[in-house]
């Protein structure tokens, strides 16, 4: 079956970084499209970052450009998100995402997605 395991959260102060790491398996995965996202509680899901199959064209939300970076090797069927500088503001939830469609939609949201892993708890004391 498919399976997203997503490692790398954890506690880390304020101006802190964090590497995401994101295991796929059960799809064929230079075929996605591979996207993190983040829910705070009593917040909508919003789109973190997406890093297209194999061409390297890439999302950003403005919220974390110039301090989170995306990445993906093919070979060991996995991505990662570097985030540097991090906020107490960065809390939540992040959640790895596969799927075939890259539209605003999908990258903002996450609605379109074809597969979704569990998550990984991102806290950032300030």
């Known amino acids: 079956d498919v399976q997203l395991q997503a490692s790398g959260g954890g506690l880390v102060q304020a101006g802190g970084s964090l590497r995401l ?60 998100l570097q985030m540097n500088r991090l906020k107490p503001e960065d809390t939540a939830v992040y959640y790895c995402a596969a799927g075939r469609l890259h539209t605003i939609e999908v990258v903002t949201t996450g609605n379109g997605m074809d597969y979704w892993g569990k998550g990984t708890q991102v806290t950032v004391s300030s």
């Open 21 to 80: 790491s994101c295991a796929a398996s059960g799809f064929t995965f230079d075929d996605y499209v591979m996207g993190w996202f983040r829910q705070a509680p009593g917040k909508e899901r919003e789109g973190v970052s997406c890093i297209s199959s194999n061409d390297g064209s890439t999302y950003y939300a403005d919220s974390v450009k110039g301090r989170f970076t995306i990445s993906r090797d093919n070979a060991k069927n996995t991505v990662y």
